[in-house]
């Protein structure tokens, strides 16, 4: 009962920042800070991927390597 009686309340709580009345991230703000997190996760492992590939063609191609 205590998992459904703190859910409401957190429910009613977004409900009050969504409608103006409490201060706060509104529901719509929160997907999208989400999503911009998501995005930011896989951007830094894209980068990642190209920095350990750069340093991969790079020994490929140092002389010294060879």
């Known amino acids: 009962m205590l998992f459904r009686s703190e859910s409401v309340r957190r429910w009613v709580i977004q ?3 969504d409608g ?20 930011v996760r896989r951007l ?4 990642e991927i190209l920095r350990k590939a750069s340093i991969f063609f790079a020994g490929e191609l140092d002389p010294r390597s060879r």
């Open 15 to 17: 409900a009050q920042v």
């Open 20 to 39: 103006g009345q409490r201060q706060g991230a509104t529901s719509e703000e929160l997907a999208e800070i989400k999503a911009l997190k998501a995005k």
């Open 44 to 47: 830094e492992e894209d980068n």
